[in-house]
Nanobody
Framework: QVQLVESGGGSVQAGGSLRLACAAS????????MGWIRQEPGKEREGVAT????????SYADSVKGRFTISQDSAKDTVYLQMNSLKREDTAMYYC???????????????WGQGTQVTVSS
């Protein structure tokens, strides 16, 4: 059974930084990719970043390229999202997810965390 627990959210001023962490258990058995997805109330989910746990690569939404970095610490079974140069439009609930996929076709998520709120003020 996959369990994902996010942490690191909070409030920050525009231009600031936050690092989100997702502690995972049971992932390696049933998943080969993990990612961060965000959602604001009343809006559709947006995939932010994905990493393939076999080291084959990572992908980012155009809206965060150059500002966000996804990484993993395999020894700790943790995935991170370093968010720099934050903007008001980055405000959302950020969810960690795990799934099955490949760099060439994307990740199909099948397990989700509870989410952590990120609020960016100007």
């Amino acid at each position: 059974q996959v369990q994902l627990v996010e942490s690191g959210g909070g409030s920050v001023q525009a231009g600031g930084s936050l690092r989100l962490a997702c502690a995972a258990s049971g992932v390696t058995i049933s998943s080969n990719c993990m990612g961060w997805i965000r959602q604001e109330p009343g809006k559709e989910r947006e995939g932010v970043a994905t990493i393939y746990t076999d080291g084959s690569g990572a992908s980012y939404a155009d809206s965060v390229k150059g500002r966000f970095t996804i990484s993993q610490d395999s020894a700790k079974d943790t995935v991170y999202l370093q968010m720099n140069s934050l903007k008001r439009e980055d405000t959302a609930m950020y969810y960690c997810a795990a799934g099955i996929g490949a760099v060439w076709r994307g990740c199909e998520y099948n397990s989700w965390g509870q989410g952590t709120q990120v609020t960016v003020s100007s």
